[in-house]
């Protein structure tokens, strides 16, 4: 075997060699993601469903998925909404609990956002922003108050108070959550959440 051969079967086989090295990476980081976006998800579910001890996804489309959330005796306590949609900056994802009959919101979890740090971004705020969405009634389209109350007392039923200097990221938060629970009701009256509910007890 001359060198020039010998030097093709060498890079040859170290290319194979970190091929598989890179594939066989590329899958076990693939499986680390995967699980840990689980983990992720479950514990969302459970910060905005109090009392949830089982869940499942009953539904799943490009930007919503419903969970159904279960105490410990079975009974469905309420849905978790996986939502995400545009934001000022780039995609807002997040985790929106309500009551079985979709007419309280427990509360909101923020998994994902890249709006802008100090403005935008306290999305992720209890203080600023989260504490204003917890028991708020979801019979009627929420709706953005403006100027930000200082506190949630000083909102009506349906009203989500809105960041100072940060409008946008509050009204596009508000927005997916509306179009989210419009989606949801749907799905209940049409009975897909329903039957897989009771499938499932």
């Known amino acids: 075997m001359n060198l020039s051969t010998r030097m093709v079967t060498v890079l040859t086989a170290v290319g194979l060699l970190s091929g598989g090295f890179l594939t066989s990476v590329g899958l076990l980081t693939e499986e680390r993601i995967a699980l840990n976006k689980a983990k992720e998800i479950e514990e969302a579910i459970i910060q905005v469903v109090p009392g949830s001890t089982a869940s499942e996804k009953l539904f799943e489309e490009k ?3 419903v969970y159904g959330v279960k105490d410990a005796e079975g009974n469905l306590l309420g ?5 995400s949609g545009m934001g000022f900056q780039d995609t807002i994802t997040f985790m929106l609990g309500t009551n079985a009959s979709l007419t309280k919101i427990n509360g909101l979890y923020i998994l994902e956002q890249k709006e802008t740090p100090g403005l935008g971004a306290k999305i992720t705020d209890r203080k600023f922003f989260l504490q204003y969405w917890e028991n708020r009634d979801s019979r009627i389209p929420l709706s953005l108050h403006k100027p930000a109350a200082s506190a949630p007392e000083d909102l009506g039923p349906s009203e989500i108070n809105t960041i100072t200097g940060a409008t946008i990221s509050s009204e596009a938060v ?3 959550a509306n179009s989210s629970l419009e989606r949801v009701r749907h799905l209940i009256k049409e ?3 329903k039957s ?3 499938d499932g007890d």
Request: zero cysteines.
């Open 79 to 83: 849905y978790a909404i996986y939502a």
């Open 174 to 176: 508000l927005n997916i």
């Open 191 to 193: 009975g897909v959440l």
């Open 196 to 198: 897989k509910v009771r």
């Open 63 to 65: 930007g919503l998925s």
